[in-house]
């Protein structure tokens, strides 16, 4: 089942800070973060694993619980540049070597 | 490296009519995947493979064919188009599932295909 993500859509002001959710109804080996800028691919962030293991972005971070079958995705003293869309890739039981992508996050940095 | 290409950028087609889509990647990646991008839909999964000679349905394979004859190359049929395969296509590959979790995913620039 693809995962939920929340909210659909951000506006922020330069500066500050965002959170991301990603939620999924199965039990989850992995999930992966992509942002897709308008008219262009979908360009990985991070990786957060089964176990807490996290690989990834600098200036971003996320957290997974394994528990609830919840990923967040953490944008601090956001940039113009953050601006894009956000989607969550959830990897589970059956799905192994596969990703299936929330309906994404709009969001939208202003000066 | 050019990474993850994809021809042709941009295709119209006329109801019925076939076409094939091409995915090419110079990293050595065993798996490769075909996505359809539709508004408010997210990455959608059509069909994947995990190696040379082999492919594997995704979510939504209906009205498509693959073929992986070459490990760099994945191919996209749509043997009778129609309007409801008016989308955004992504070819990406990665190098597979390793130690216990899907590796990352590096995506091609993407084809828009409009079907008439």
């Known amino acids: 089942q693809q995962p939920v993500q929340s909210p659909q859509a951000v506006i922020l002001r330069e500066g500050e800070d965002a959170v991301i959710n990603c939620s999924s109804s199965?039990?989850?080996?992995?999930v992966h973060w992509y942002r897709q800028k308008h008219g262009e691919a979908p360009v990985f962030l991070m990786i957060l694993l089964k176990g807490g293991e996290q690989k990834g972005h600098e200036k971003i971070s996320a957290s997974f619980n394994e528990k609830k079958q919840q990923s967040s995705l953490y944008l601090t003293a956001s940039q113009l540049s953050y601006s894009g869309t956000y989607f969550c890739?959830?990897?589970?039981?059956?799905?192994?070597?596969?990703?299936?992508f929330g309906k994404g996050t709009k969001l939208s940095v202003k000066p | 490296n050019a990474g993850v290409t994809q021809t042709p950028k941009f295709r119209v087609l006329k109801t019925g009519q076939s076409m094939t889509l091409l995915c090419a990647q110079d990293m050595n990646h065993e798996y490769m995947y075909w996505y359809r991008q539709d508004p408010g839909m997210g990455l959608r999964l059509i069909h994947y493979s995990v190696g040379e000679g082999t492919t594997a349905k995704g979510e939504v394979p209906d009205g498509y064919n693959v073929s992986r004859l070459k490990k760099q190359n994945f191919l996209l049929g749509l043997e009778s188009a129609a309007p409801s395969q008016t989308s955004v296509y992504f070819c990406?590959?990665?190098?597979?599932?390793?130690?216990?979790?899907?590796?990352?995913?590096?995506f091609g620039p993407g084809t828009r295909l409009t079907v008439l």
């Open positions: 890739g959830t990897e589970g039981r059956g799905s192994q070597g596969n990703l299936i």
């Open positions: 990406a590959s990665s190098l597979g599932y390793l130690a216990g979790f899907t590796d990352t995913q590096y």
């Open positions: 199965k039990a989850l080996y992995s």
